[in-house]
C-alpha cells in the first residue's frame, strides 16, 4: 500500500509545463415534451466524464479538460442524440438538449431498444468508441441478451466471430482454450476457481450466468499489457446490471421444454436524491436430455449508489448464488476415432445420487471520483468466496464386448474446491494537451489479486482393478440406481493448497494526433509470488513484461484503418511446479499481429468491421499423460508446445432498415501446432479450433408491438489431436416470436434448434470422455411485466 501511494503521488506530480492544466464544466437539461427526461445517459465521447440525468433532467460534468467534445445523449427509449460542445478554460458551459421517443415511424422502433453500442472501456480501461480502438472489439447489451432469451455465457458465443464452445466454461477464442473472465473489468469469477487450479484461469463446469448481466464485452487477442496473465485469444467482460435513478421493475416467468421453470423479479430506483438501490432475484430449475441430469439456480443480488457530489461516486454490490446440478459432473458420451456417438446422447456415466453444489458470495465496492486539475480516478475491489462439491461417476474406458453389449468402467470421486478471493483495482486518467503533439488520454493502474485455494479429493476405484468397488455400466441398456458413493471403499482424503498473489502497474497513452491520425500505447509490469503444498511445499515467484501498440487511420470520421501488435504471457499454475509434477515452468507466451477496418453505415446506425490476424504461441504446456516422473501425479504438465493461429472475422451490426436489426458474423480461423514432442501431432489444428465458424441474429418488427426472430450457427468439424477423436461440423436454426400485450406487459416464444440436431457441441480430452451433445430442440414461453413504465 506504501508502494501505491507514492505511485500516486509521483503521477500527481507531473510537471506543468508537460501538459496543460485547464478544464471547465458541461451542465445541461434533458428533456422530452417540456417533460424532464430522468435517467438518461450523458458522456463526453472517449473520455471518462460519464453520468445519468436527475429527477428534474439535469446533469452535470465536472474537470472536463479545456477542448471541443462530442456529448453523447442516449437511453431511456429515445433517439440517442450526438453534439459537439466546446469547454473553456475555468467556465461553466450549458448544453440543453430535447429527445424525442423513439416510434415505428423512425429509424428503430421502441420493441427493439438499444441494440448497438458505440462505445467500450474493455480495451483501454476508459470509454473508446469501437472506431478509434486499434483492436477488434465486440458488445453486447442486456436487450440482445433478452431477444434471445438465453442464460448462459456460452449461449453467447454464437455471436462473437471467431468464438465457439469450448469444454463447461471454457471457450475456444481464435483457436485458443479460453478460461478466464472478468467481472466488471476484475478478477473474481463467482462461478470457477480465480488462479489456484491446474487449469490455471478458472476451471469450471459450471456456466457463467447472464440473469444479472448488463451488457458482455469482448476483446479479441491478447490483453496482458492492462490485465496482466491472460490466454492470448481474448478476453470476455461481464459487466452486472447498476441501479437507475427512477423508480424501475421487471417481472418475468418461463416455462418450456424439459420441465423448465423460471421466475425472475427486478426493482430499482431512488430512495433519496443521492441514493439509488436495486435489488434482484433470478430462480430457475430444469431437467436435462442427459440421463439423471438437471439444473437448480438460485441468484439474489442487492446494489447501493451513493452519489456524494457531482465529483464523487459510491457503489456497493452483493450477489449470492447457489446452484446444484443433480447428475453431474457430466461428461460426454463415448465416441469412436471419427467422432461417431457409440451410444445415445441421454447417455451418462452418472448416477441420480451424483451432484455438483456450488455456492458462491460477492461483494464489490466501487469508487469514481473527479479530482483536481482535470484527474480521474476509479477503484473496484471484488471479494469472493466460493465453494464447489463434486460426487460423480467417471468413465475410464470401455470393457470388451459381451454379449449384452459393452460396458463402461468407472470410478467415483468426490471433490471439493474452496476460494478465498479478492481483487483490487485502482486507475488515474487524464485527458491533456500536449505542446505540439497531439491529445493524450492517460491512464495509470495498479491491480493486485490475491488468493487462498483449496482441493480435496478422494476416490474409488473401478472393480476391474485391484481393490475397486465401483462397478462398470451398460454402455446400451443402462440401469440406474443399483450403486451409491456408500457402497464403495474410498482412497485417503488428499488436499492440496495454494495462496497465489499477483500485483501489477500499468499504463496507457492514447494519442490523438489529428482527425486523422491516433496511436494507442501501453505497458505492463507483473509481479506474482505463489506458494502451496501438494504432496510437497511449493513455491514460484517471477516478473512478467508485456505490452502493446497501435495506429488509427481515419480517412473520414466514419471510416478507421488499424494495425497493432501485442503480447501476452500466461503464469504457470502452482500445482505444476514441483519436480514430482514436472515443474518449475516458465510462463506461456504469445504475440500477436492484427490489421483491420472499421466502418459505420447507413447514418452511423449499421457497424461493419473486419479483421486479419496471426497469433503465435509458446512454451505451451499440456497434461503429461505419463502423470510425471512417479506416474501419479494428475498435476503432471510439460513444456512440449508452440502453435500458430491465423484468420479473418468480419462482423455486421446494426439496422438495415428501421424495422429490421441484424448481427451477422463470421470467422476463417487455420490453426497448426509447430511444435511437441509427439511428433505425430505437429501440423495438427489445435483442440475444438474449427476453421469456419458462422453466427447470426436477426429481428424485424412488422408492427410497433409485433417482430419475429430468426438466429443461426454454423461451425466446421474439429479435432482433439491430443485424444485422437473429431467432431462433425453443424449447423443449427432458432426462430423467436415478439408480442407486446400493453404497454407494459409483452409475450415471447421461442424454438431452439427448430430441427432437432443431433451435433457435436465439443470434444473432451479422451475418446472414454467422448463429446458434449449439443442442446436437443427447446420450446420457451416467456411473460415479461413492466409495471412501473409507461
Do not use: C
Request: proline content about 4%.
Amino acid at each position: 500500500m506504501f508502494r501505491l501511494l507514492i505511485f500516486v503521488i509521483t503521477l500527481l506530480s507531473v510537471p506543468e509545463a508537460l501538459f496543460a492544466q485547464t478544464s471547465g464544466t458541461l451542465k445541461g437539461r434533458i428533456s422530452t415534451d417540456n417533460s424532464p427526461a430522468a435517467s438518461i445517459n450523458a458522456k463526453l465521447e472517449a473520455t471518462s466524464h460519464e453520468t445519468t440525468t436527475n429527477a428534474d433532467g439535469q446533469f452535470t460534468l465536472t474537470n472536463v479538460a479545456a477542448g471541443k467534445y462530442t456529448l453523447i445523449i442516449s437511453g431511456g427509449g429515445f433517439i440517442p442524440q450526438r453534439l459537439e460542445v466546446t469547454i473553456a478554460t475555468g467556465q461553466s458551459t450549458t448544453q440543453d438538449v430535447r429527445l424525442e421517443k423513439i416510434s415505428a415511424s423512425m429509424d428503430v422502433v421502441a420493441s427493439l431498444k438499444e441494440y448497438h453500442l458505440e462505445e467500450s472501456n474493455i480495451a483501454t480501461r476508459v470509454n473508446a468508441r469501437l472506431l478509434d480502438v486499434p483492436m477488434s472489439v465486440q458488445v453486447f447489451p442486456n436487450q440482445l441478451i433478452e431477444d434471445r432469451a438465453i442464460l448462459e455465457g456460452n449461449e453467447l458465443f454464437r455471436n462473437v466471430s471467431g468464438m465457439n464452445q469450448n469444454v463447461y466454461s471454457a471457450m475456444t477464442f481464435r483457436g485458443f482454450t479460453q478460461r478466464e473472465i472478468l467481472y466488471n473489468g476484475t478478477r473474481g469469477n463467482p462461478f470457477g476457481s480465480l488462479e489456484g487450479d491446474v487449469n490455471n484461469a478458472g476451471f469450471s463446469t459450471s456456466q457463467i450466468r447472464l440473469t444479472n448481466i448488463q451488457r458482455v464485452e469482448v476483446l479479441k487477442g491478447p490483453a496482458s499489457s492492462l490485465y496482466g496473465s491472460t490466454e492470448v485469444g481474448g478476453l470476455i467482460n461481464y459487466v452486472t446490471k447498476k441501479p437507475k435513478e427512477v423508480l424501475d421493475g421487471e417481472m418475468q416467468v418461463r416455462f418450456g421444454s424439459f420441465a423448465q421453470k423460471m421466475v425472475n423479479g427486478e426493482l430499482t430506483g431512488p430512495i433519496t436524491d443521492k441514493l439509488l438501490a436495486r435489488g434482484g432475484f433470478y430462480f430457475e430449475d430444469r431437467d436435462s436430455f442427459r440421463n439423471n441430469a438437471g439444473s437448480r439456480n438460485s441468484h439474489a443480488v442487492g446494489n447501493l449508489l451513493y452519489k456524494a457530489s457531482d465529483n464523487h461516486r459510491f457503489s456497493a454490490e452483493y450477489e449470492f448464488i447457489n446452484q446444484r446440478l443433480p447428475g453431474n459432473r457430466l461428461r460426454g458420451v463415448p465416441v469412436d476415432t471419427s467422432g461417431n456417438f457409440l451410444t445415445s446422447t441421454k447417455w451418462s456415466a452418472n448416477e441420480p445420487t451424483d451432484f455438483i453444489k456450488m455456492i458462491a458470495r460477492v461483494l464489490q465496492l466501487r469508487g469514481e471520483h473527479n479530482l483536481t486539475r482535470a484527474w480521474n480516478a476509479d477503484f473496484t475491489f471484488r471479494h469472493l468466496e466460493y465453494e464447489n462439491n463434486d460426487k460423480y461417476h467417471e468413465a475410464r474406458g470401455l470393457n470388451a464386448a459381451t454379449a449384452t453389449g459393452r460396458t463402461m468402467r468407472r470410478e467415483f470421486r468426490n471433490f471439493f474446491r474452496w476460494n478465498n478471493d479478492w481483487s483490487l483495482n485502482g486507475n488515474l486518467s487524464k485527458v491533456a494537451s500536449a505542446n505540439g503533439f497531439g491529445t493524450h488520454m492517460l491512464i495509470f493502474g495498479v491491480e493486485h489479486v490475491a488468493q487462498d485455494h483449496a482441493f480435496r479429493q478422494a476416490r474409488a476405484r473401478e472393480r476391474e482393478v485391484a481393490g475397486g468397488t465401483v462397478p462398470a455400466l451398460d454402455l446400451f441398456n443402462p440401469v440406474y440406481g443399483l450403486t451409491s458413493e456408500r457402497s464403495y471403499t474410498l482412497s485417503a482424503v488428499a488436499t492440496s493448497t495454494a495462496q497465489t498473489k499477483r500485483t501489477g502497474f500499468y499504463a496507457q497513452d492514447q494519442i490523438v494526433v489529428n482527425r486523422f491520425v491516433q496511436f494507442l500505447l501501453s505497458g505492463r509490469v507483473d509481479r506474482y509470488d505463489d506458494k502451496g503444498f501438494a504432496v510437497v511445499p511449493l513455491k514460484y515467484n517471477d516478473t512478467a513484461l508485456s505490452g502493446r501498440v497501435g495506429v488509427v487511420i481515419k480517412p473520414v470520421e466514419q471510416v478507421s484503418f488499424y494495425a497493432s501488435y501485442a503480447n501476452s504471457f500466461i503464469r504457470a499454475p502452482i500445482f505444476s511446479q514441483a519436480p514430482q509434477a514436472n515443474g518449475p515452468f516458465n510462463p506461456e507466451t504469445g504475440d500477436q499481429v492484427e490489421v483491420g477496418i472499421k466502418t459505420e453505415l447507413i447514418n452511423r446506425k449499421l457497424f461493419v468491421s473486419g479483421a486479419f490476424f496471426q497469433i503465435n504461441k509458446e512454451n505451451i504446456l499440456r497434461p503429461d499423460p505419463l502423470f510425471g516422473p512417479g506416474g501419479n501425479n494428475f498435476n503432471a504438465l510439460l513444456a512440449v508446445g508452440e502453435a500458430r493461429s491465423r484468420g479473418f472475422e468480419f462482423n455486421i451490426e446494426g439496422f438495415l432498415t428501421r424495422r429490421w436489426y441484424t448481427a451477422f458474423n463470421y470467422a476463417n480461423v487455420s490453426t497448426r501446432i509447430l511444435k511437441d514432442n509427439v511428433a505425430s501431432l505437429i501440423g495438427r489444428p489445435l483442440a475444438n479450433a474449427p476453421k469456419h465458424t458462422t453466427g447470426l441474429f436477426t429481428r424485424y418488427n412488422f408492427l410497433e408491438g409485433t417482430g419475429i426472430g430468426f438466429g443461426l450457427e454454423s461451425v466446421s468439424e474439429r479435432f482433439e489431436p491430443f485424444a485422437g477423436i473429431r467432431a462433425d461440423g453443424y449447423t443449427i436454426a432458432d426462430v423467436s416470436f415478439y408480442q407486446d400485450l400493453t404497454s407494459r406487459a409483452r409475450l415471447q416464444l421461442q424454438i431452439t434448434n427448430i430441427t432437432d440436431k443431433q451435433y457435436a457441441a465439443s470434444s473432451l480430452f479422451a475418446a472414454r470422455v467422448g463429446n458434449l451433445p449439443g442442446q436437443p430442440r427447446t420450446v420457451m414461453l416467456t411473460f415479461a411485466w413492466t409495471p412501473f413504465r409507461k
